[in-house]
């Protein structure tokens, strides 16, 4: 690991002044310092922003306010979480250990970067790593892969169980930096590749996470499922954060977003539109499905994946009727 310089915050305003050229924000560390570890992060400097007032979780009817020092293991045992967003307790008790998650924080979580097997192999060139270098990957071992909006630059995807379910909650992060504070819609949170997959968020330099805000639990049932290699401590292959409001047998209103098919948690608007206003039934949902994934470009080895979220979508959306 290179020699790198550190110094704790004592404040968001601290942080971001002491956010210079080469440095980066430590949180929990759980992705961070394992990439460290690797070379494939070579940070000058860590700006420690763990100890920072953001570590509570606030609500009343209108919605929730997270800190974005919240661990993801408090995130889920939250009773209030429990209750009225059993979706986001869900999504993040599958991801990770328990270890993990008594260390990992939600704004680190958010910003968890792609397990690309060559992302994190500094011997095997990637353009997220070094532009202009190559993606072997889409010769290579892609089986893991995004099908949905990659590009030739890249095709890794998104690792976060987490912002998964917020994306289909419609949650807003806090940023403060360099030119004030603003808030981001989640669903907008994450970039696609394009031609510079080096960049993963729209976060400019120097911004720094500081909560979470979710809006009133939508109406209607929800579910987080994921399909993975083993039962636990494995990403997903494709994941599904549904919501689905029902009456007399029509859909009113449902939110969708995918993981583990693209660069970025994938908000699922094709299907949403194609299925308010109609029957509530298993050909609607797999119509609503196939309209969503013809989209896909699937590369050789990872094809699967796309009947794989098709039946995922319609198993969900099936179990959120019954």
């Known amino acids: 690991m290179r020699p790198f310089a550190y110094a704790r915050a004592s404040d968001a305003r601290d942080a971001v002044e002491r956010f210079g050229p080469g440095a980066m924000y430590l949180g929990g560390g759980t992705n961070l310092v ?61 991801g990770a250990s328990g270890q993990v998650r008594n260390m990992a924080t939600v704004g680190g979580n958010l910003l968890q970067r792609t397990r690309c097997p060559y992302f994190q192999d500094v011997s095997k060139p990637c353009n997220k790593r070094r532009p202009a270098s190559g993606c072997p990957a889409i010769e290579g071992d892609h089986s893991n892969l995004a099908v949905l909006g990659h590009s030739g630059q890249c095709v890794a995807t998104h690792p976060s169980d987490m912002a998964v379910a917020l994306a289909a909650l419609d949650a807003r992060v806090r940023v403060t930096g360099p030119d004030g504070d603003r808030t981001v819609p989640i669903p907008g949170l994450h970039r696609l590749p394009g031609d510079d997959p080096s960049r993963d ?65 994938w908000r699922a608007e094709i299907a949403e539109a194609e299925l308010r206003g109609v029957r509530a039934g298993e050909e609607e949902f797999a119509r609503a499905a196939e309209a969503e994934l013809s989209r896909a470009r699937p590369l050789p080895r990872n094809a699967y994946k796309v009947p794989l979220a098709r039946n995922l979508i319609v198993r969900t959306l099936q179990e959120l009727v019954t």
């Open 201 to 265: 968020t729209v976060l400019r330099p120097g911004e720094l996470i500081t909560g979470v805000d979710l809006p009133p639990p939508p109406a209607g049932a929800s579910k987080y499922r994921k399909v993975r290699e083993r039962a636990s401590f494995a990403f997903a292959l494709v994941s599904i954060a549904a919501v689905l409001e029902v009456a007399d047998g029509v859909v009113r209103d449902c939110r969708l977003a995918l993981g583990g098919v693209a660069h970025a948690p």
């Open 34 to 94: 394992d990439l460290m570890r690797l070379g494939v992060a070579e940070p000058e400097s860590l700006v420690d922003v763990a100890r920072l007032p953001y570590d509570a979780i606030d609500g009343d009817g209108d919605g929730l306010r997270i800190g974005s020092a919240v661990r993801n293991s408090d995130l889920a045992a939250h009773p209030v979480v429990r209750e009225r967003y059993p979706m986001l307790a869900r999504a993040v008790l599958s």
